[in-house]
């Protein structure tokens, strides 16, 4: 089978100054491949074209919601993007909704106005500490927690032949 290789950064936010200002930021950090989007339609066609190394979304961007649209990116199992670390963006994300992204699969969350250092940290931690890819029956996404915890118990999480 061959290997997939990612390029490029996809950056949407339905605001074409927002969409601008970010690309400034992530092409000064070294990223040269950037594509800049403000049309959901757009999007979708674009994430189901060809694989990217990171998608930055704003949470207004949609329709599809873009909540739903990384759910339906990450149990697609046919999406070049499935895998792919996404970055959600918002001007006034609540707790329910920042749980709902997670939920749905979201790598990190940016609440806006955020500086480029920012940014910077979400793409680092990305980078240094990548979370492994979890396929079960009721969750498609990075592994959803952050810290590995001690509790003296085995890990329970294997599963049975007869349950495959």
Known sequence: MDKIVKHG????????????????????????????????????????????????????????DAVELVRQMRTDIESPNRTTAVIMMSAAPDIARIAEARDAGVSEFLKKPFSATDLQKRIAGLDIKPREFIDAPDYAGPDRRRRKLATGIEDQRTISETET
């Open 9 to 64: 950064v996809v950056i949407a936010d339905p605001v074409e100054n927002m969409t601008s200002l970010i690309a400034a930021m992530v092409r000064g950090l070294g990223h040269r491949m950037v594509l800049e989007i403000t049309n959901p339609r757009e999007l979708k066609a674009v994430l189901d074209s060809r694989s990217y190394s990171l998608i930055i979304l704003d949470d207004m961007m949609g329709p599809p």
